[in-house]
């Protein structure tokens, strides 16, 4: 045998240990567990794979602002920015030593930069977010919400399988940005439904959870009936299946748009809605403020 086919031996006893610890625990989560493990088999022999046609980062920022007079350049120039970013990049250089999971699950920069200026812009009160790994897009928004000083970001994850696994959700974001923030450990087809009914609105949505199609159209009916006026939804990996695709053709956003990841080959879908029409330009920039 192999010392790759003994590491992998290695792995699959250790996580089939851990399942048959945690059915004593939490046997609904071992259930989601194993839906999630059979869905991803599946789907790479059925999924259908959009082709989506993708915009740049500048030319989304250029729509936003000529669609809902939102500049969200203006805030990629703060210093909070860079400081988040800095902060996050210093923690990922620790976070690989001390951890054996993989940090290519984080979020993409761009993507946690676009974050950062949209939440700067739309000032939103309730952020829910599916998906944490280590906090790479969570710390960015977080720092958003403390220079707003208003809204709350609500998060779900479930950690990995082994050893402190629940010790490194989460581990990049900074101690004192966690006051505006809310973590509920366990999945989103358990948690998330219970969540928005609690919140009644939410201004802003993140996916970055189980990204297989059962999942991601789950959340996304889940999300559309408490949607705010004016909201945003962003979801990553949007091209393993036609979820996000197939979501968009039928809630109709005021727009949206599919942008390619700079660090890792992913897509990113994003969907605006608004009470301003879209050919209207009469928003202060950046002042779409939701109450």
């Known amino acids: 045998m192999s010392r790759r086919n003994a590491d992998d031996g290695d792995g699959v006893a250790m996580k089939t240990l ?8 939490r046997p609904l989560e071992v259930c989601d567990r194993l839906e999630a493990g059979v869905d991803s088999r599946l789907e790479r022999l059925w999924k259908k794979v959009p082709n989506y046609e ?4 500048p030319a989304v920022r250029d729509s936003l602002r000529q669609r809902f007079g939102l500049a969200i350049e203006e805030f990629y120039t703060e210093s909070a920015l860079t400081r988040i970013e800095d902060a996050v990049k210093s923690g990922l250089i620790h976070l690989a030593d ?7 699950m984080n979020g993409d920069f761009a993507v946690a930069r676009l974050c950062y200026a949209l939440c700067r812009a739309l000032r939103p009160l309730r952020i829910v977010e ?5 906090g790479v897009t969570t710390a960015f ?9 208003r809204g709350t970001l609500f998060s779900i994850d479930l950690p990995p399988l082994g050893n402190a696994g629940d010790d490194f959700v989460g581990a990049l974001v900074p101690q004192n940005l966690r006051s505006r923030w809310v973590l509920r450990r366990g999945t989103s087809r358990a948690l998330l439904s219970g969540l928005l009914s ?13 990204h297989t199609y059962r999942n991601m159209r789950r959340e996304f009916a889940a999300i559309t009936p408490y949607l705010s006026q004016t909201a945003v939804v962003l979801s990553d990996d949007i091209e393993r ?14 727009y949206w748009a599919v942008l390619a990841q700079q660090e890792k080959p992913s897509l990113v879908g994003m969907a605006v809605f608004s009470a301003v029409p879209s050919d209207s330009h009469s928003s202060p920039a950046g002042m779409v403020v939701i109450q």
């Open 18 to 25: 851990a399942m048959a610890r945690l059915l004593l625990k």
């Open 54 to 57: 993708t915009s740049d980062f």
């Open 98 to 104: 001390e951890t054996s999971s993989s940090c290519a």
């Open 130 to 134: 599916t998906g944490v790994c280590h």
């Open 141 to 149: 928004v977080l720092q958003a919400l403390t220079q707003n000083n």
């Open 198 to 210: 609690e919140l009644g609105r939410i201004d802003f949505f993140l996916h970055d959870s189980l």
């Open 241 to 254: 299946n036609d979820a996000f695709d197939e979501w968009v053709s039928r809630v109709r956003p005021s």
